[in-house]
């Protein structure tokens, strides 16, 4: 009976010595707070797909969403260190941070080309015929001024003979569209398909004549300083998304993925697929063509946004970005 205890203490022991190593490894994944904006969308299909297919599980890491109402408010919120990375996020305001000496990195590029089209009332059949008509783009600084102003160029139309008017989002530059307030607007997608839809001309894309990054992941310098192996594992598996999504395979799960994590329809994320995905507006191997951000940076530049003398390099972390030319 002794000879029995003492066995089944030594197995009880051993139990527990097997629940005290096994827990760290259960308590070893890490939390990475995502920032993007207002709400889960298109945009975030990579990120999307890490999570719900478990690839970001795999390597160890939570996925935490945090959604700001602004582009602008999620780099805030990034600078800060209130979210660790931000995706989605158009390129313009992490450079303006940077500028300003806020802690900031852009480390892997998203869309890499820019997801608009520019959409007019009927009547309107060329972008030639935009002359002295009302404009919807985001705002007097923001990249769809960018955009618009470059798509312009070609028809043979000059800025000063548009009128633009600032609403903001996509969703409220749709509406100036729709009650009359403006005669065109820069959509992105599924607002474009909508506006088709409804009778409006689509003008053109923006990727047709800029040759530019629209969005991509940011992060807060010294979180990645202090959290570099999570980093460069989110980057990894945010790459290994983009790859299972553009597998056509996939489209149909894909579809119905996004549908089960945002409140768009069927009909508009198998466009909005067949518009990004198919398209091939994601960029697939992480890699940051400096030559392209640069792009960006001189049309702030000509925006008076940034000083002159700012130099693309301040954006990157050098063990970290993967840079080419």
Same mark, same amino acid.
């Given at each position: ?33 995502v ?23 795999a ?11 602004s ?76 955009? +618009?102003e ?10 000063k003979d548009?009128?633009?008017? +600032? ?36 003008l ?6 800029v040759d ?15 959290h ?35 409140k ?32 960006v ?9 940034i ?7 301040r954006? +990157?972390?050098?063990d ?6």
């Amino acid at each position: 009976m002794a000879a029995s205890c003492r066995r089944l203490r030594t197995l009880a022991i051993a139990a527990l010595c097997v629940v005290a190593v096994a827990t760290p490894r259960a308590r070893a994944a890490e939390t990475i707070v995502v920032g993007s904006v207002g709400s889960a969308s298109a945009n975030l299909w990579p990120v999307m797909v890490g999570d719900k297919k478990g690839l970001f599980a795999a390597v160890g890491i939570n996925i935490s969403m945090e959604y700001v109402q602004s582009n602008a408010g999620v780099i805030q919120q990034l600078t800060v260190d209130a979210v660790d990375v931000s995706v989605g996020s158009g390129l313009v305001d992490p450079i303006r941070a940077v500028d300003k000496g806020a802690p900031v990195a852009i480390v892997r590029i998203e869309m890499q080309r820019p997801p608009y089209a520019l959409m007019a009332k009927s009547p309107i059949k060329r972008i030639a015929d935009l002359k002295g008509k009302i404009v919807s783009v985001g705002g007097p600084k923001d990249i769809t001024r960018i955009f +618009f102003e470059r798509m312009l160029t070609p028809s043979g139309v000059a800025a000063k003979d548009v009128d633009l008017i +600032f609403a903001g989002a996509t969703s409220a530059r749709l509406q100036a569209l729709q009650t009359g307030a403006a005669d065109a607007a820069i959509l992105t997608a599924p607002y474009n398909f909508h506006a088709e839809a409804a009778g409006f001309t689509n003008l053109g894309l923006a990727a047709d004549v800029v040759d530019m990054p629209f969005s991509g992941v940011s992060t807060n310098r010294n979180w990645a300083k202090s959290h570099k192996d999570a980093l460069q594992k989110f980057l990894g598996v945010y790459t290994q998304s983009i790859a299972w999504l553009s597998a056509p395979a996939n489209r149909e799960e894909a579809v119905k993925l996004m549908m089960s994590v945002s409140k768009l329809g069927h009909d508009d994320v198998e466009k909005a697929y067949d518009f990004l995905i198919k398209s091939g507006f994601l960029e697939p191997t992480g890699a940051i063509s400096k030559g392209k951000l640069d792009a960006v940076v001189e049309a702030l530049k000509q925006l008076g946004d940034i000083p002159p003398d700012f130099k693309v390099d301040r954006l +990157f972390i050098p063990d970290v970005t993967r840079i080419v030319d």
